[in-house]
Structure formats: C-alpha cells, structure tokens
C-alpha cells in the first residue's frame, strides 16, 4: 500500500494550498482518511480526517479555514487550507484507516506560511 501525498510548498499568510493523497496497492475498504500535521519542537496532532460516509472532524485551530474532502473512486483525500498563516507551517502526512483496523502512512508534504 502506498499513499503519495502532494501539494506542499511556500505561501504568504492569507494564502491558500491544496493537499492531495492518493492511496494505491491492496488495501481493503478504507474506513477513515486523514491529515496529521507535525511542526518542528512540537507533536504530530490531527488537522482533520473524513469517514466513508462522509462525516467529517476538524482540530479547533483549523475549524472555518481547511476543509477535507475525499474522492471514493480514486482512493484519494484532499485538504483544502485557506487563510494559512505561519503557525500552519508543518510537515503534513496523510493517513489512512481500513475497515478492520490496518494503518496506513503516507511520506507527507511540507507547507510553509511566511508571515
């Protein structure tokens, strides 16, 4: 199973970025996918994941500015970040959660936010 994460890059404060991961190989019927975000001196934490019906959740400091989406058919979970600012700037990783419990971690993509 892979996950090829893409999207990162450089924006200014107010920008906007959008994250893809796409989920590839044998994997069984994927319960949750995921964003996770981890930035330097500080532990990984959720940013936002959406279940296979489509319920989503979203960390306080993101709620009203990222939105998460998923395209079923393509195995593939998206993170719409706008309004970024700097304290948004980590490695985000995308994850994935099958049916009967299997984890599954993308290699994850850098966004930074200039002030």
């Known amino acids: 199973v892979q996950l090829q994460a893409s999207g990162g890059g450089l924006v200014q404060t107010g920008g906007s970025l959008r994250l893809s991961c796409a989920v590839s190989g044998n994997i069984f019927s994927i319960a949750i996918m995921g964003w996770y975000r981890q930035a330097p001196g500080k532990q990984r934490e959720l940013v936002a994941r959406v279940t296979s019906t489509g319920a989503t959740n979203y960390a306080d400091s993101v709620k009203g500015r990222f939105s998460i989406s998923r395209d079923i058919a393509k195995n593939t979970v998206y993170l719409q970040m706008n309004s970024l600012k700097p304290e948004d700037t980590a490695f985000y990783s995308c994850?994935?959660?099958?049916?009967?419990?299997?984890?599954?971690w993308g290699q994850g993509t850098l966004v930074t936010v200039s002030s």
């Open positions: 994850n994935v959660v099958e049916v009967y419990g299997g984890t599954y």
